[in-house]
């Protein structure tokens, strides 16, 4: 995993190579297995702006999904293991928010996939900080599925087994999903997000 802190357009960090070879064959045996209990934009908490859903792709938030099972995830533990990575931690120090980081004390995971049209339309998230990891299978079947930081029109490009921590109120979209190809079956762009903040106890 190697991690780098940008400062602009807005406070991030950039992750290449997120998963070993050996933790990407779990997480891809598990989203063999989650794939067909994918559920509708609807069904996942999508965000609304006047009754209208912002999110079209299907999606399954993790922890709901294997209740007090959820640490058999390996999805689960790897995306823990990369946001709190004390590599990942100690890069945001430059602004100090590695001093946010630590005090967080709640995570929740969704795995979403995006097929032809597939997109999510400027929004926010309710949380302090959120991790995006891409997947697909290769050779890449599909064109678009980047991340747009909106506020500050700058589009950060998907890459395989790459990713993004970004701060979490930070309005950001992803383009549109194009398939060009079907040789594949699920051959469209998988991400697995992490989101973490501070709750009440």
Same mark, same amino acid.
């Given at each position: 995993?190697?991690?780098?802190?940008?400062?602009?357009?807005?406070?991030?960090?950039?992750?290449?190579?997120?998963?070993?070879?050996?933790?990407?064959?779990?997480?891809?045996?598990?989203?063999?297995?989650?794939?067909?209990?994918?559920?509708?934009?609807?069904?996942?908490?999508?965000?609304?702006?006047?009754?209208?859903l912002l999110k079209q792709n299907s999606?399954?938030?993790?922890?709901?999904?294997?209740?007090?099972?959820?640490?058999? #995830? *390996?999805? @689960?533990?790897?995306?823990?293991? =990369? $946001?709190?990575?004390?590599?990942?931690?100690?890069?945001?120090?430059?602004?100090?928010?590695?001093?946010?980081?630590?005090?967080?004390?709640?995570?929740?995971v969704l795995l979403s996939y995006y097929?032809?049209?597939?997109?999510?339309?400027?929004?926010?998230?309710?949380?302090?900080?959120?991790?995006?990891?891409?997947?697909?299978?290769?050779?890449?079947?599909?064109?678009?599925?980047?991340?747009?930081?909106?506020?500050?029109?700058?589009?950060?490009?998907?890459?395989?087994?790459?990713?993004?921590?970004?701060? #979490? *109120?930070? @309005?950001?979209?992803?383009?549109? =999903? $194009?398939m060009t190809q079907r040789e594949m079956?699920?051959?469209?762009?998988?991400?697995?997000?992490?989101?973490?903040?501070?709750?009440?106890?």
């Amino acid at each position: 995993m190697k991690v780098t802190f940008h400062s602009e357009p807005t406070p991030h960090l950039r992750i290449k190579d997120v998963f070993s070879d050996r933790v990407l064959e779990s997480v891809w045996s598990e989203i063999a297995v989650l794939h067909s209990h994918l559920l509708s934009p609807s069904e996942t908490g999508s965000a609304h702006f006047n009754n209208k859903l912002l999110k079209q792709n299907s999606g399954l938030y993790l922890y709901p999904y294997y209740g007090d099972s959820v640490g058999v #995830s *390996p999805i @689960v533990n790897a995306m823990h293991n =990369v $946001v709190f990575n004390p590599q990942a931690v100690e890069a945001w120090d430059p602004i100090h928010l590695s001093k946010m980081i630590k005090i967080t004390n709640w995570e929740t995971v969704l795995l979403s996939y995006y097929d032809s049209g597939d997109r999510y339309r400027s929004h926010y998230d309710v949380a302090m900080f959120t991790t995006l990891v891409w997947l697909w299978k290769e050779p890449k079947a599909f064109t678009g599925g980047d991340l747009k930081l909106d506020e500050y029109d700058h589009t950060i490009e998907a890459e395989n087994n790459c990713g993004v921590i970004f701060l #979490s *109120p930070d @309005v950001h979209s992803v383009s549109p =999903v $194009v398939m060009t190809q079907r040789e594949m079956h699920n051959s469209g762009r998988y991400c697995i997000s992490h989101f973490c903040g501070i709750k009440n106890v």
